[in-house]
């Protein structure tokens, strides 16, 4: 008998995909031919996540794909939502009807049967128009929970009754807490509870009409499924089922639990992570005992601040746990605190983890796939929800199943704290954890032979299978925790002997190669990928997280006719071995599928996502809308109370506040994209032939009967939790299909099983929540308090424009002696948005030479105030050369004043003769053309005691075509003002420097010269005393890495530091990182939180594998101890003056980067003049790097480099002991001063 091919099309994010994955194997198991569609973006981040192999699948089981329409970004990195929502529902109907056209022809696909059903994501509507006109049934898959479908189905209702779109960002708890007790099914449920597309100002919002779209084509689905089962969601589900004109809808949850039953096979190394997961996890939660390690995820798209992922670090700090995260840097002494405790990933296998023994609790975004996948391993949950349903699923997580509490949005390290604690250590935490385990009970119930998700997963296989080979286009909606359930799914129909097509937008296709590696989407001949566009210009970060708004309105717009173009191109009947589509299974955000089953005549299902409270409570969004709620009155209702007004008209919804309604109805705009969004995936809910959800019915009974019984909705089926049903599929050829945006990291299966039992919490907001740095930080701080263990997942793109970096702390680090103390003036310049930022130099040179005379003048007044007692008159001022105007008030004080050059000597020689280059007509430069046409390679041999130097060899300040030029001016009227000066005093030592201080001495009327350095030499040699704390380091220096070195050998290591100023582009980060790595040498790289030129200092994700072994990266570290390490071999620096002297008097030879100021002159001195550097070229390529770091560490240039920096070393030395120029220069200073 020819198989029933089913094409699985999963919205493109993570979470969707990975359901619809579990589904898609499930089907094949039971016998289907199988077709995954992933955008191409995301099939590309799979195969990058999991291996070119990866989406290899079976002849019954293969991958399209298509373009979502969006530019190009960063494989890495997650789409922008907002522009996902608008290219899958404008962009992807066209691709994918052609998709399923070319799944017909038989001369393109052999042996494939003709395409049965398209199972699509609901978010994927517009598979519903492509299933209408081609004649296949679609049923949409519901990537959410049924109380999330139930109240996303009523956004028309909520609008109606003028409570969605919100009226203004004023919103109150008071207002939020409005009680919303009109949807079917759904209780105590508020407006703060519904979508949070709901919660917009604009009636227009993108979300909102996204949604709109999704539910107005909700109906038009042949049914619906939804990764849920019955005893979860019983009340919403029976109101829904009884009442509303619904497609049929089948509970099939947890899917996962499902696919679990399935026996290994062929299917097996099929994943949909779009990260790659680190399973090396399990093995540290095996050394855990068991409940003792919180696990922190939230999940694929969720983006958080820095000040948030230090809150949640800190918070969960003092407990076990394995967190996540890359590009989200956490502070060096967080890490050092946590090492002992904590794991961090970027990506991990969730399942396994959260099934761990060692798991005690889970910190999510109440993604609706992290939730009832916790529900289903026993898992108790602390809830940080973002937006989407994850508001609804949260309220239910808390209120209606027992087994959340949840952390206020204004995240702070003592409530995340409290929070794991009470999970970990109190009665409360117990009782959540005899419920959660409960409710897994239940859902195992749901998923064996007799259960609800099992039974109605059999009738829904049962019902694809009445056409000779049933063909379901799976589309899930083009986010994570969209795609994860929709993979899931179109598994299972692919195990019941569908054939599958699982439709992607192209961004996240494309996403899902980059994260599970080139071959991670190969299927099989009845399960293959197709992709459509979603119709948003390419990210730039194929790592992050597209905006939900921007994908709303653009999957609605965009994405029918290229859906609609797919299916008719499965449907072609030159397509050998292809079966016509008979279904198509979408995610109920991606509606739009609706109308193509529609022109189809095949069943359009809907899955949703989320849970039935949040399908409830989107249901009643138009309710909202007429009893006024929605759109807001004006941004009050965030503040005057509205937030709490109780929603008690729910069917089967029970003290819900509108603070837990879905977001989508917290706008006053009643244009709200997302707002409009929602209520167009409530009105295309009634047009589906099914509703899917990824729920079981004992997890909400009362709200599933609710629905079933009051509200006409198409056939409500409950078939999660999905990765249940997802489990039970036997390892096969799909086993490698995964759904995963980003790359998972396996190793964090590893650390948990390390732990106890019920001892981690798991800390996960999703794949499209977002936090601040500030609710990062109270995270951070909250778990860190707690001191249990926790696996926290942080996505690359988790923090809001930002890596996620501590800073750094301690109060009494300038807690000096009485007569050594620390006072202040203002810069004169704005405060800085971010304290761990380098202030613009330009600026602090105008600002200082301004604005600082005054508050100085004050100081010193103060100070010589006889009133303060103990302190003595100020009888002399030593200043930086560079803060001149110090002079004066010297001056007008008849004391000395001394002008410390932090430069060489040789560098205030060349800006001393700035007025002879302006006299001479080198400076300013004529013009551009000077930079190449040789005029960089000027002789200047006119300055006494300097030789064979080149203009290109001159401080940077002389660079400029400009007579006005704001650095030129300010080093003319510094060197001018230096001559005013009692002293001058020089961070260097008379054998460095000895022709041209010789040269300077003997000529020039200057002040009276000292060279006292290298000053760290005689730093050295004072005892230990009350100063020994105070240091000067504006970053935290990271002490651990001395331990590192002490494990080399000795002249082994390359140590890289670009300083405190220079900044570098991206690119030549990664040609360094190369260079690096090809070397094969170990090397301690200092990568400051700011050193690339307007973004995170990313190392790419393969550099950090290769290296792991032989590098180690820090944000700062004490320099001196490291060039004074018998390990360091080299090193390789910007040539700024401090760590020039500190390399020469360490014996370390360099390598030469010079980037502007004077450390162009010390990098021609130091390559040319003391023979100890090589210099690389501007433009760094990796090559060059690998070479010259070669060169140094085996060649014989480098041996005599080594030999020259050790001889300037002992010269040094001798410079700073007792009778050597230095010491001499410093007695003479002290006696200048004293007298």
Request: aromatic share 10%.
């Amino acid at each position: 008998m020819e198989k029933v091919h089913v094409v699985c099309i999963p919205y493109p994010l993570q979470s969707h995909i990975s359901a619809m994955m579990k589904l898609a194997k499930i089907l094949h198991f039971r016998g289907f031919h199988i077709t995954f569609v992933n955008t191409e973006f995301n099939h590309q981040r799979i195969l990058n996540s999991r291996g070119p192999d990866s989406l290899e699948g079976l002849p019954d089981f293969s991958f399209e794909n298509f373009s979502d329409g969006l530019p190009p970004t960063d494989p890495n990195a997650g789409q922008d939502i907002l522009a996902l929502v608008g290219a899958t529902q404008q962009n992807c109907l066209e691709p994918f009807g052609n998709l399923i056209n070319k799944l017909k022809n038989s001369n393109t696909y052999s042996n494939v049967p003709p395409v049965s059903y398209i199972i699509s994501d609901a978010c994927m509507s517009f598979t519903l128009q492509a299933g209408r006109e081609l004649g296949i049934p679609v049923i949409s898959y519901w990537a959410i929970s049924f109380c999330f479908f139930g109240s996303f189905l009523h956004y028309p209702e909520f609008a109606k009754r003028g409570l969605v779109p919100l009226k203004d960002e004023s919103i109150t708890d008071e207002y939020l807490d409005t009680p919303v007790e009109w949807i079917p099914g759904m209780k105590d449920i508020r407006i703060r509870d519904l979508p949070s597309s709901f919660l917009k100002t604009d009636p227009n919002n993108a979300m909102i009409e996204f949604s709109l779209q999704v539910i107005g084509r909700a109906y038009e689905a042949t049914a619906m499924l939804f990764n849920t089962f019955d005893a979860l969601e019983m009340e919403v589900l029976t109101a829904f089922k009884s009442q509303l004109s619904l497609p049929p809808i089948y509970t099939i949850g947890p899917l996962p639990l499902l696919l679990n039953q399935i026996s290994k096979n062929e299917l097996q190394s099929l994943g949909s992570n779009m990260w790659k997961e680190d399973t090396k996890c399990l093995k540290w939660l095996d050394s855990k005992e068991p409940n003792s390690v919180m696990y922190v995820n939230f999940g694929s798209s969720t983006i958080i601040t820095i000040s948030q992922l230090v809150e949640f670090a800190w918070g969960s700090s003092k407990q076990p746990d394995l967190v996540a995260g890359e590009s989200a840097m956490l502070p060096p002494e967080f890490v050092e605190e946590t090492k002992e405790r904590g794991l961090l990933t970027s990506w991990c296998p969730q399942e396994d983890v959260l099934n761990h023994p060692s798991i005690a609790g889970f910190l999510t975004h109440s993604g609706w796939n992290s939730t009832l996948e916790s529900l289903s391993s026993g898992v108790p949950i602390i809830c940080w929800p973002f937006h989407g349903d994850q508001q609804t699923n949260s309220r239910y997580s808390c209120k209606n199943w027992g087994v959340g509490i949840e952390i206020d949005s204004a995240v702070q390290r003592n409530k995340v704290e409290k929070s794991v604690r009470q999970v970990m250590e109190s009665k409360k935490g117990k009782k959540m954890k005899t419920k959660a385990l409960e409710w897994k009970k239940k859902a195992e119930e749901a998923t064996l032979l007799g259960g609800s998700s099992k039974a109605k997963t059999r009738r829904n296989i049962t019902y694809l299978r009445m056409m000779k080979k049933p063909h379901v286009a799976c589309i899930p909606y083009p986010a994570q925790g969209h795609i994860s359930p929709m993979i899931k799914l179109a598994k299972i129909l692919h195990l019941r002997g569908f054939h599958v097509t699982f439709v992607n937008t192209e961004f996240n296709h494309q996403r899902l190669l980059n994260s599970r590696g080139p071959d991670s989407l190969r299927g099989l001949p009845d399960f293959h990928f197709e992709t459509i566009p979603d119709g948003l210009p390419p990210p730039t970060d194929l790592n992050a997280t597209q905006d939900i708004v921007s994908l709303c309105i653009s999957t609605q717009n965009t994405c029918l006719e290229p859906f609609r173009n797919l299916v008719y191109k499965l449907n072609n009947t030159s397509l050998s071995n292809v079966p016509p589509v008979t279904c198509i299974v979408s995610d109920a955000c991606m509606n739009f599928t609706l109308q193509v089953a529609k022109e189809l005549e095949i069943p359009g299902f809907l899955f949703w996502t989320f849970s039935f409270c949040s399908f409830a409570c989107f249901m009643h969004y138009p309710h909202l809308i007429e009893r006024g709620l929605v759109p807001l009155k004006d941004e009050s209702c965030f503040t005057n109370g509205f937030m709490d007004t109780q929603i008690d008209w729910i069917p089967g919804i029970k003290n819900i506040l509108f603070r837990d309604l879905p977001t989508f109805v917290r706008t006053t705009d009643p244009n709200d994209p997302i707002l409009n969004f929602a209520l167009k995936v409530v009105a295309g809910t009634y047009e589906a032939t099914a509703l899917v959800f990824n729920t079981f019915d004992e997890l909400d009974v009362e709200l599933l009967d609710a629905f079933k019984s009051q509200l006409s909705l198409p056939p409500i089926y409950t078939i999660g939790p999905i990765h249940n049903l997802h489990n039970q599929i036997p390892n096969h050829q799909l086993q490698s299909i995964g759904s995963n945006l980003w790359k998972e990291e396996t190793k964090c299966l590893e650390w948990l099983e390390s732990k106890k039992p019920d001892s981690v919490l798991y800390v996960n907001f999703g794949s499209i929540a977002v936090m601040t740095a500030q609710q990062l930080v109270e995270f951070a701080w909250g778990l860190a308090n707690t001191k249990h263990t926790f696996l926290w997942i942080i996505r690359p793109d988790l923090v809001v424009g930002e890596s996620a970096m501590l800073p750094p702390e301690g109060p009494d680090s300038l807690i000096g002696l009485p007569d050594f103390h620390f006072e202040t003036i203002p810069d004169g310049l704005p405060p800085p948005t971010n304290p761990n930022a380098t202030q613009d130099i330009v600026s602090l040179c105008i600002s200082t030479q301004t604005t600082c005379l005054e508050p100085f003048r004050n100081l010193v007044h103060r100070l010589n105030n006889n009133s303060v007692s103990n302190v003595p008159l100020v009888t002399c001022i030593v200043s930086d050369a560079g803060m001149s105007f110090t002079l004066q008030v010297a001056k007008e004080l008849e004391i000395p004043d001394l002008l410390f050059h932090t430069i060489s000597f040789s560098s205030l020689a060349c800006f001393m003769h700035y007025p002879h280059l302006i006299e001479r007509g080198l400076v300013p430069l004529k013009d551009e053309s000077c930079f190449t046409n040789g005029c960089m390679d000027t002789q200047i041999d006119w300055i006494p005691g300097i030789k064979n130097i080149l203009f290109r060899d001159l401080p940077s300040s002389v660079r400029t075509t400009d007579p006005n030029d704001a650095i030129l001016n300010y080093v003319l009227r510094e060197v001018k003002r230096s001559y005013e000066a009692t002293a001058w005093i020089f961070n260097t030592f008379d054998e460095l420097e000895i022709e041209v201080l010789d040269a300077f001495k003997s000529q020039l009327s200057l002040p009276q010269i000292y060279t006292i350095g290298p000053l760290h030499n005689l730093d050295n040699q004072i005892p230990q005393h009350g100063l020994q704390s105070i240091g000067s380091n504006m970053w935290k220096e990271d002490t651990k890495c001395i331990k590192w070195l002490d494990s080399k050998e000795p002249n082994s290591v390359m140590y890289v530091n670009f300083g405190s100023i220079a900044v570098i582009t991206t690119q030549q980060l990664v040609e360094l990182s190369w260079g690096l790595a090809n070397t094969k040498h170990p090397f301690f790289w200092i990568i400051r939180p700011d050193l690339v030129v307007g973004e995170s200092a990313i190392l790419p994700p393969e550099f950090v594998i290769e290296t792991k072994e032989r590098s180690l990266l820090a944000s700062w570290c004490p320099q001196e101890y490291v060039l004074n390490h018998p390990s360091i071999a080299g090193f390789l620096t910007h040539c700024g003056w401090n760590s020039t002297l500190e390399s020469l008097s360490s014996g370390v030879p360099m390598i030469c980067w010079p980037f502007s100021g004077d450390q162009l002159t010390n990098c021609s001195y130091s390559c040319n003049h003391w023979g100890v550097g090589m210099e690389i070229d501007n433009d760094v390529k990796r090559d060059e790097v690998e070479k010259m770091v070669r060169e140094l560490m085996e060649g014989e240039t480098g041996k005599k480099m080594k030999s020259r920096a050790m001889e300037l070393k002992k010269k040094a030395e001798e410079a700073t002991s007792p009778g050597g120029s230095s010491y001499a220069n410093v007695d003479e200073i002290i006696n200048l001063l004293a007298v």
